[in-house]
């Protein structure tokens, strides 16, 4: 698809429904293009259609990728929290005739996949020690 038809379709979905930043949806197509080519090394170079749940991991690996530490921060900016915005996204997108889709895929297969903002976030916390028992150390005094 040509980017300014692209733009358009995105400038469309705007009108009926403002919930998502224009930038969302750029990021959703370029995280598709990611997820597919990682199904096709995986799968001998051969493509294949992706699963709402395929294309939610894909997007959260591509936002760590892209963005590190900040992909939480721009998601939320963008009005992206969970796994549901993105098959929101993905399904106007279908309206638009720009995404395909086969008549098994529907909106509920994007619905609570995993929680979407955490798993922006995890990657980047320190990791919790195992519960050690505590060991006093005593100051030495100084002697004058």
């Given at each position: 698809?040509?980017?300014?038809?692209?733009?358009?379709s995105v400038v469309s979905i705007l009108k009926r429904?403002?919930?998502?930043?224009?930038?969302?949806?750029?990021?959703?197509?370029?995280?598709?293009?990611?997820?597919?080519?990682?199904?096709?090394?995986?799968?001998?170079?051969?493509?294949?259609?992706?699963?709402?749940?395929?294309?939610?991991?894909?997007c959260r690996d591509f936002a760590l990728e892209q963005?590190?530490?900040?992909?939480?921060?721009?998601?939320?900016?963008?009005?992206?929290?969970?796994?549901?915005?993105l098959g929101d996204m993905v399904f106007h997108l279908?309206?638009?005739?720009?995404?395909?889709?086969?008549?098994?895929?529907?909106?509920?297969?994007?619905?609570?996949?995993?929680?979407?903002?955490?798993?922006?976030?995890?990657?980047?916390?320190?990791?919790?020690?195992?519960?050690?028992?505590?060991?006093?150390?005593?100051?030495?005094?100084?002697?004058?």
């Amino acid at each position: 698809m040509q980017a300014k038809q692209f733009e358009q379709s995105v400038v469309s979905i705007l009108k009926r429904d403002k919930r998502f930043d224009p930038h969302a949806y750029f990021f959703l197509k370029d995280a598709l293009d990611f997820t597919l080519k990682r199904i096709a090394e995986s799968n001998g170079g051969q493509a294949r259609h992706v699963s709402g749940p395929e294309l939610v991991a894909g997007c959260r690996d591509f936002a760590l990728e892209q963005f590190g530490p900040m992909a939480s921060t721009l998601m939320d900016e963008w009005g992206v929290r969970k796994c549901q915005d993105l098959g929101d996204m993905v399904f106007h997108l279908i309206e638009e005739q720009v995404f395909g889709k086969q008549d098994s895929d529907k909106p509920e297969d994007f619905s609570e996949v995993f929680d979407f903002e955490a798993s922006l976030i995890a990657p980047f916390l320190p990791l919790r020690r195992a519960a050690a028992p505590a060991k006093v150390f005593r100051a030495k005094r100084a002697t004058s």
